[in-house]
């Protein structure tokens, strides 16, 4: 652990206390924080790169102008009200724009950036320090309400912020009686990190409230268009299908490039997945495999290495009890491992396609079929 009183410092200063440390030869992790330093308070630099995650499509590069970066980080301080010299803790990695971000809001503000290496319980080396300002993944954040001592740390926290996969509702159902502000966040690499908060403690909002500087709108099939000139976002289209209201707040419903078209019947495998979460024994998700009838034939993936035949049949009751015949998987594909994100989303085309080969190398007299 290591910390950069911000405020003590100009840009240019920090930039050459970057340099310094960087000379040093730092740790990964060290230097991809020190890295960002020096890139944004770099005067001979105007842009900073950064990767997409890759869990609706292939890894991409993002590259954002320092302008942007700062709009972004200065509407983000200013809404949620951080004051100058707060303590922030970064604990994501910072070559992510979620991590990267943590840190030009302290250079911003004028913050105490308290740097841990990135972990699941990142709160362990936490002692007599008061956080006021925090960000994490779900998955973090998860691990963290499971350690009764952890969780009490958490909930001193002035404010969370959760983003980079969907938070649970396990999780959600911890949140919601914490003391202190925990949002989850909506965005993407490309909106330079959130643009839109849903306060998930306390007296928890309905749904995503917009930054301010944001306008959204939907496309013909739902799908969120977002505009927000100060981060350079002019009308950018995404795949995320929503019900978006006449305030501008929103809920997320899925994933457009995620529905399955089976017989002309459009159905969203989100959607569908929200009736099983509960019940479902295994870790799972619905998709789409392309079938010479129906256009495509709706399919559950399970990370499971293999089922019983009792198992197999307990599962179709299962989706009998619970699911229209038109949403019910037509067969059952079976994965060891998901592939998963650093954040823990599953990517799901990945997934699919890795399931696709392991039902076909162990399919001879497999159960593990719905039909």
Known sequence: MFQIPCYDFTHFQLFELAQKKLAENPVDWEKNVWNIV???????????TFGTS?????????TASKNHLQASAKTTVLYLQIAQRSNTLLCLPAEK??????????????????CVKPSSTPLEHIRNIDIHFASFTPMQFFSITQNPTHFDTAEKIGTVLLGGSVVS????????????????????????????????SHVPDSGFQPMPGVTLTTDTDNALIIDAPHLGVRQLSTNDLVKLYPNQTFEWVG?????????????????????????????????????????ERVVLVIEQRELSTENVERLKLLLQKNLAEYERPRQFLLLPKFVRTETGKIVRKE????????HQQNTSDSPAKAD
């Open 351 to 358: 997934s699919l396609a890795a399931a696709v080969i392991y």
């Open 255 to 295: 994933r457009k490039d995620n529905i399955i078209n089976t017989g002309g019947l459009k159905i969203i495998p989100e959607t569908v997945e929200q009736k099983l979460k509960y019940i479902m024994p295994y870790p799972f998700f619905l998709a789409g495999l392309p079938d010479e009838y129906t256009g």
């Open 38 to 48: 020096e890139q944004f308070c770099n005067p001979a630099i105007n842009s900073l």
């Open 169 to 200: 509702d396990p999780l959600f159902s911890k949140t919601k009686y914490m003391r202190n502000r925990v949002y989850a966040t909506y965005g993407m690499t490309e909106t330079l990190s959130h643009i839109a908060l849903r306060k998930i």
């Open 97 to 114: 724009i979620g991590g990267a971000m943590v840190i030009i809001r302290a250079i911003v503000q004028g913050l105490n950036l308290i």
């Open 54 to 62: 890759g869990s609706t499509g292939k890894p991409k590069l993002i």
